[in-house]
């Protein structure tokens, strides 16, 4: 009897461990090389692979494919159906959300008799899928642990009052966006280790969702995180309904705002873009509250002493912590005006907000730092639901008003790139070079991806050379006729910032000296010079003319 149970004891830990890890994936293999190599003939195969990959947090799985019964191309192997089409708005989890990048690659082998002669090449592409993650395996074990001891304090609590301390409590750990490393660049997205460890440069939205999911999934909450083309949030279960939860938006600093926290769809329909319609999307497949959980007079607050932590969290909290003004970039946020490079807000609306209603600092910040080319469905929105957009990039940041925003000007798309300093091409310095007959020291060139309209008229902040620091510049573009035209002058701040209003893009430049504007140098010397010889000849015919009246005279 005891062998008995010893066995299924055995069998019982052995299948723990079986589910724990991850069941292989049940896929045909070949061996190779001495190798085992999995296939991934389609999209569904190669799908299987990297879930069970994520899964089990490995970084590199081997594939083989047979080229005849492959289903899909390179470009779409090479990052793996961007996450196996992962933008079809799919409900994720943390494991998920803690892939930051998905990259697989086969080719054929050659092949080598006994005696090293090469015989051909492999009838299948064999290589790698590779992943890389967030949080490793030890981050996210070391994460748990804290995890473990902030849900022990609401061990008794209701889930409403579990979600609320766990959101205030990532609110009170957590600092909003980008800061930049020793070495010019921003750092990967941190994930859950970097958030409760304070070990952070980059949080962005997605380090607050995915830091939020991890703790409702090891608390037992029902959850998940869903995203648009901008920003990513959470999804929670109370009693069979769903509500939303934005922390980026909401961080208060110390405490979660309520307008943010658990929110139905009359809050959450903003979040959609275009014909981008996650929240649609979700309540067609669930129970979705239609209004907020703290709208209804049933239901009320939890006092602050179950819902928020006693006091902030001690930990590593002196490295490099963005300003806490501002939200991280990349989502769909109402936030407070900030002009800093360094601490860039969140995304997009966050409700449908009437006129009469509506917050002054409603806006759309998208996170360029990833790629600068801005979807038309961003502007639309906001000329829509009458909101700012804010476009945040490495070094600049663009503004757009709500009332500049012109349904004409919204093309498909909008490349927002800048280019400062030594990143402008060398064509654009030679324009600028010739238009004002100086040397390229003299002036500080920047210039546009963009060139023309603008959707609107924009406030944009470049981070320029810190020897302008303080120093009060002139501002010019060139014309279509290579000409400076004059654009105003404002004053460089300590963060080696400068903020100018344009409805177009163009060459531009900062010089510390006045330039006459609208002429060439050039053609100004031309000008004066025809000048001078038409004075110089009337003065001429006049003295000749004078000279000879007194002969006549006779």
């Not at 990833?370 to 909101?387: I, P, T």
Request: glycine share 8%.
């Amino acid at each position: 009897m005891k062998k008995l149970l010893a066995a299924v004891l055995a069998i019982t830990i052995f299948l723990s461990l079986t589910v724990t890890a991850g069941a292989a994936p049940q896929l045909p293999t070949k061996d190779f090389e001495g190798n085992t190599y999995y296939c991934v003939n389609t999209k569904a195969q190669y799908t299987s692979l990297v879930n069970y990959a994520i899964n089990n947090l490995l970084e590199e799985v081997l594939i083989y494919r047979e080229p005849d019964k492959t289903e899909y191309d390179n470009s779409w192997s090479n990052d793996v159906g961007n996450f196996c089409d992962y933008k079809n708005y799919r409900e994720l989890t943390f494991l998920d959300y803690n892939t930051n990048v998905v990259s697989g690659y086969a080719d054929t082998k050659p092949i080598f008799d006994e005696y090293n002669c090469y015989v051909g090449h492999t009838a299948e592409d064999y290589g790698k899928l590779q992943i890389e993650y967030n949080d490793s395996k030890e981050e996210i074990k070391q994460a748990e642990a804290i995890i473990k001891n902030v849900l022990a304090k609401v061990s008794g609590k209701s889930t409403v009052e579990k979600i609320q301390y766990i959101v205030n409590y990532v609110c009170s750990v957590t600092e909003s966006g980008s800061t930049r490393l020793p070495d010019g660049g921003y750092d990967l997205i941190n994930g859950v280790y970097d958030v409760l460890t304070g070990h952070r440069t980059n949080v962005v939205c997605t380090s607050y969702a995915v830091t939020l999911q991890k703790f409702f999934e090891m608390a037992g909450i029902d959850a998940v995180m869903i995203h648009n083309v901008a920003h990513i949030w959470n999804m929670v279960c109370i009693d069979g309904v769903w509500y939303g939860i934005d922390a980026t938006a909401g961080d208060e600093g110390s405490t979660m705002s309520d307008r943010y926290m658990l929110m139905g769809y009359d809050g959450l329909r903003g979040f959609d873009i275009g014909d981008k319609t996650p929240v649609a999307t979700f309540k067609a497949r669930h129970t979705l509250a239609d209004k907020g959980y703290f709208s209804s007079s049933s239901n009320t607050t939890p006092s602050s002493s179950s819902s928020t932590p006693a006091s902030k969290p001690s930990g590593n909290q002196t490295n490099t912590t963005p300003n806490k003004n501002s939200s991280a970039v990349g989502s769909t946020t109402s936030s407070e005006n900030n002009s800093s490079l360094e601490n860039s807000s969140e995304t997009g609306s966050v409700e449908n907000i009437t006129e009469d209603k509506k917050p002054e600092s409603a806006k759309i910040t998208v996170n360029l730092t990833e790629g600068a080319v801005v979807s038309a469905d961003v502007f639309k929105s906001a000329l829509e639901k009458g909101e700012e957009v804010s476009l945040v990039g490495d070094g600049f940041v663009w503004k757009f008003s709500a009332d500049s925003i012109k349904d004409a000007n919204i093309s498909e798309s909008f490349n927002a790139e800048v280019y400062v300093g030594d990143a402008v091409s060398k064509e654009a310095v030679e324009a600028i070079k010739q238009a004002t007959e100086s040397k390229t020291e003299e002036v500080y060139p920047f210039s546009f991806s963009h060139h023309g309209k603008l959707p609107g008229e924009a406030e944009i902040t470049i981070e320029v050379k810190p020897e302008l620091k303080g120093k009060t510049v002139y501002i010019y573009y060139l014309n279509d006729k290579n000409e400076p035209v004059a654009a105003g002058k404002g004053v460089v701040t300590e963060d080696n910032t400068l903020t100018f209003t344009t409805d177009h893009c163009s060459v531009w430049f900062l010089s510390q000296d006045k330039i006459d504007s609208g002429f060439p140098l050039t053609a100004v010397l031309i000008i004066v010079g025809v000048v001078l010889l038409l004075a110089a000849g009337g003065v001429t015919a006049f003295l000749l003319i004078k000279r000879k009246k007194p002969i006549l005279e006779k």
